[in-house]
């Protein structure tokens, strides 16, 4: 009893540890900034008009704007009612990886888009250059409210939080400006990818609970699944830049359902089933599924020794808590930006991240789940939190 006690309190402590290292990183926690979490007083977000570079990039290098209200500049001396408008201004709570992605719309008289800057922003730049070289910002280009239709679904609806952050920030600027209702806004969330990777996740909760022989061929299907629906198709996990993004600015259920989703059942399984494994690393996580399926090519395995392994044991826990000593040095998105997951979302993945998850796949060939075991900082996040209780 005594030992549990013991047990739950250190990974307790070890959980409130990677708050406080986060509030370090981000300065702030949900919203507030550190200084201002004992008051109460949430971050004011302050609506900056666009720079002289941006204005350029805008193609109004010559042009003089004008406060028309909270967020809208109109262009003087123009004589089509030219407005440039700040999206942070009207997208609240709606967040990429690293957090909000202000823009800056170009518009025209009938609020038709002419062109746009996005703003300074904490998301990955080689990640967020190659979500743009995929046109989910030139997309928008002469689009207004009338002719948001004619943006293919896939497409509005994004294939990752950087991108649904990006449409949904704009699409909700758009209606605001236009004086439309912003309640199709919520309704794009269920796009077919949302829908079927849902019903992926409540299969996997069926299959999980599934007590039988023919259990072993429902657990290769759920693999299957994770890793070609959740993984490839979708892009739905769990990351440690997530997470930071969520104790730093809050979570929008819009943009992260999904996973928000994976990350409530890997915290309540473990209340209901009395069992301290991560339901989300071991029925859920894509590349954890795409690991073991590696594993079943070969049957030969790589025997690690006794004394090495009681090494290796202990290496995730060194690993985040080296992430943890990064977070309080200001090195941790450098960090977290190598975990393999987002491979699969290839189109956008760097080449370390993609070389570094071939690596992981290729090694659990022969070391089951090897990344998973042995190095994974959010897999020991997630197994603190379902040692607390």
Known sequence: MQSKFIESASNTLLLLLFFMAAVSYNGKLFGYKSQDLLSGKKEFVEILPPTHT??????????????????????????????????????KGIYGFGGPIPMYLYLDKSNTIKQIVLGENSETPDFLASVLQDGIVSQWLGKNTEKMSNIMPDALSGATMTSNAINFSIQKTLDVVDNKSSSRYWWTVLDIKTIIALLVIFLGLIISSIKSKKKKHLRTAMLVLNTGVLGIWCGKFISLNILLGWVANGMNLLTSGVVFLMLLL???????????????????????????????????????????????????????LCVFVGMWLGMASDIANYEPFSAFIFQHASVAVLLIAGLGMLTAVFISRPWCRFVCPTGQVLSWMNKMN
């Open 54 to 91: 941006q204005l350029e990039h805008l193609g109004l290098e010559n042009m003089q704007l004008e406060e028309d209200s909270k967020g809208i500049w109109r262009i003087k001396n123009s004589s089509e009612n030219e407005r440039v408008v700040n999206t942070l201004a009207f997208s």
């Open 266 to 320: 890997s915290v309540l399984m473990p209340l209901f089933f009395k069992n301290k494994k991560s339901y989300y690393c071991n029925w859920i996580c894509p590349f954890g599924s795409a690991q073991e399926l590696a594993g079943r090519l070969s049957k030969k395995k790589i025997k690690i020794g006794a004394k090495f392994m009681q090494i290796l044991k202990h290496t995730r826990e060194v690993i985040t």
